[in-house]
């Protein structure tokens, strides 16, 4: 069996890119939930830019670039009308966010994490639903911030 440890330190995100990030997390979920788009199969995905690394790209069979990774929505929220509503495992809303916050670090960390300066690294985030297996997407808020 192969180990996925990474072979780098993990270096935490800066307490200004956690809110840059949560803050536009949390608005693209809301504009979500405000058009009715948010489904079981909802996804929040990211890539991420870091500059000077350099790394392979899977693609869908439509050739549709597939995300470095994601967060299932539904794991977290789902919609009553145009609101969004933790499920039923968590007690209340903040506690949904900071566990899919804690989760969405994590993940951004591990590709933040192999140079010494998150300032230029570029986080895209999309979130919506695609087609399968072609990975086109059927509805998507999408936007780009750029880390300090």
């Not at 307490?15 to 979500?32: A, P, Q, S, W």
């Not at 009715?36 to 830019?49: H, K, P």
């Not at 998507?140 to 880390?147: G, I, N, Q, R, S």
Request: charged residues 25%; contains cysteine.
């Amino acid at each position: 069996m192969r180990d996925h440890t990474p072979d780098f330190n993990m270096q935490e995100l800066s307490t200004e890119n956690k809110k840059l990030i949560g803050d536009t997390v949390r608005h693209i979920l809301v504009c979500l939930a405000d058009d009715r788009q948010l489904t079981s199969d909802s996804l929040l995905e990211f890539w991420v830019e870091v500059p000077g690394v350099k790394r392979p790209r899977g693609t869908y069979r439509g050739g549709f670039l597939m995300p470095d990774s994601f967060i299932t929505v539904a794991d977290y929220f789902q919609a009553d009308m145009d609101t969004l509503v933790p499920v039923t495992s968590f007690s209340d809303a903040e506690s949904a966010w900071n566990e899919l916050f804690d989760e969405l670090y994590y993940q951004i960390e591990i590709f933040t994490s192999q140079i010494d300066c998150s300032k230029g690294i570029t986080l895209e985030l999309w979130t919506g639903h695609r087609n399968r297996p072609e990975g086109e997407w059927v509805y998507a808020v999408d936007t780009k911030v750029e880390l300090m």
